[in-house]
């Protein structure tokens, strides 16, 4: 991905910014070719291989996020001060915290540890949260990783993580952060594929990501918000569409919202590795206690804030997502259709991205099936929904794409003020039939992503993949949106001629009979039967 600035810059020591940056990455900087991006994803996972059979693999990302974003800001770090160095001659001016994009104090750089060769475990713990300490826009970001528990790190396991890690360098100059973010998007991916039904708790597989932005189509200028933003993969993957086209990504404003204190650190150190200091990424429960970004204050507040585009992948049918304060109505209102049900809380995310859509604003949010067809509450919110014509496409998509749930899911596209030509109508496509198999997952190809898009972009009827709907025919139909009910794929039924079918049968019961006689007068004749 390409470097991004984005407006509302906050700079981690001060606003002033340095252009470009060039570095060694420290005395331990080893000099070597530059890496592809095979190379580099293959040296990024050799660092889990070290870890394999010491840490449990649910937890490897942290620490290997963690040592490679430390890696990261230090050959960083060292790369702007020699070059300002070359510029100014001063080495106390090169060293200034102002002059740098973020501040590692000296006694903890990369090089400082590796002076290290007892309880090293504490000393990257004390570095971590020094560099923590000392850069306001990083608070948080390594999380609660803990390296100096040492019946799980060892001096002698440390040290030779830390001899991976500085193999390679990974200043700009070498690594640039479009190199660097795919890289972490595939450790990102691994992670999750070994994470089974956990991964899809912090990724999304990039195809689905791929086809929502296509669908909901940012343009610049446009605020982007996620309100369950995992790693941050939707947002970055607005960024990139935007610069896909050659347009300013530079104008957009990102947003987000993440529970899990862990992946809100991976969203942090996903967004800082692609060069992305501005996205707001606020920590906490969007449901209970939803946050928006306040500019002039520079922080967040509670409330509901107003966006361009919201895209989405929440859990599915949350047990505990906040029942026993929604019933009585949400304090900050977004239950305007209703009140979902105890055991399942999709349509309180659908109706939280709702209302944070501006009036002229687009979402996509993944939803399962059940959704689309359940009654009682979840149907009584279904049914105000499509009263109120908010609801602009749905699409189902092929079994077995995301990690850890074989079922299928669909996107249900939203939008507050429909085009005129759209109204009173939602488009169905069934996807179901659009996918490549794969040996553990299926996934979607870039025809598949452009088919689906193209299909809810030209909202028409396609043979046995779309049809237009009146929002009439499917109130008929108890408001029901099962896809398969509207748009069937599959090879058509061949039609049944009842009476045909009913002479065939007549006459086999007679010829089954006349064959019965004639056996029953052998065995008379033999003396079987009377």
């Not at 982007?224 to 990139?240: F, W």
Request: aromatic share 10%; net charge negative.
């Amino acid at each position: 991905m390409i470097p991004v600035a984005f407006r509302h810059r906050q700079a981690l020591a001060r606003p002033r910014q340095l252009a470009s940056c060039a570095g060694t990455g420290g005395a331990f900087g080893v000099m070597m070719a530059k890496l592809t991006q095979q190379e580099l994803e293959r040296h990024l996972w050799g660092a889990a291989d070290i870890l394999r059979g010491t840490v449990d693999a649910g937890d490897y990302k942290q620490y290997i996020f963690g040592l490679l974003f430390y890696k990261r800001l230090c050959d960083v770090w060292e790369e702007e001060y020699q070059k300002l160095l070359a510029e100014t001659g001063d080495r106390e001016e090169a060293a200034d915290p102002d002059e740098h994009r973020f501040h590692i104090p000296p006694e903890h750089r990369w090089e400082a540890v590796r002076q290290q060769s007892t309880l090293i475990g504490q000393r990257l713990n004390n570095a971590l949260a020094a560099i923590e300490d000392a850069n306001l826009r990083l608070r948080g970001v390594f999380g609660d990783v803990d390296f100096a528990n040492q019946d799980r790190f060892s001096d002698a396991l440390l040290e030779k993580l830390l001899a991976h890690f500085e193999k390679h360098r990974l200043r700009n100059a070498d690594v640039p952060a479009d190199m660097l973010g795919d890289a972490y998007l595939y450790l990102i991916k691994m992670f999750a594929e070994g994470a089974g039904k956990k991964g899809g708790e912090f990724y999304t597989p990039r195809s689905i990501v791929r086809l929502m932005v296509e669908i909901i189509d940012p343009r610049p200028g446009m605020s982007i918000y996620d309100p369950t933003c995992g790693s941050a993969g939707m947002l970055l993957e607005a960024v990139q569409y935007v610069k896909d086209k050659g347009e300013n990504a530079r104008s957009l404003s990102l947003y987000g919202q993440e529970k899990n204190f862990a992946t809100w650190g991976i969203a942090q150190i996903n967004l800082f590795l692609h060069d992305v200091d501005d996205a707001f990424i606020a920590k906490g429960d969007t449901i209970l206690s939803p946050k928006r970004y306040d500019p002039k204050a520079r922080e967040f507040v509670e409330g509901v804030g107003a966006y361009d585009r919201v895209l989405a992948n929440p859990p599915f049918s949350e047990k505990v997502w906040g029942f026993e304060v929604w019933q009585n109505g949400d304090p900050f209102g977004r239950d305007e259709y209703g009140c979902p049900p105890k055991g399942y809380g999709d349509l309180a995310f659908v109706q939280h991205m709702l209302a944070s859509l501006k009036d002229g604003g687009v979402l996509a949010v993944v939803v399962p099936h059940g959704v689309l067809f359940r009654g009682g509450a979840e149907g009584r919110i279904r049914e105000a929904m499509l009263a109120a014509d908010v609801i602009e496409a749905v699409v189902g998509l092929a079994p077995n794409l995301f990690y850890g749930a074989g079922i299928p899911a669909a996107l249900l596209i939203c939008h507050k003020k429909k085009p005129a030509d759209r109204r009173g109508k939602v488009l169905i496509v069934n996807g179901d039939a659009t996918y490549t198999p794969g040996k553990a997952q299926n996934f979607l190809t870039d025809d598949h992503i452009r088919t689906l898009a193209d299909a809810v972009h030209g909202f028409a009827d396609i043979e046995k993949l779309a049809r237009v709907v009146p929002v009439d025919e499917i109130a008929a139909n108890g408001h029901n949106l099962n896809i398969s009910r509207y748009v069937q794929t599959g090879a058509d039924a061949e039609a049944v001629d009842v009476a045909a079918e009913v002479a065939k049968l007549q006459d086999l019961i007679a010829k089954r009979n006349e064959a019965e006689a004639v056996m029953f007068g052998h065995l008379r004749r033999l003396g079987y039967v009377g």
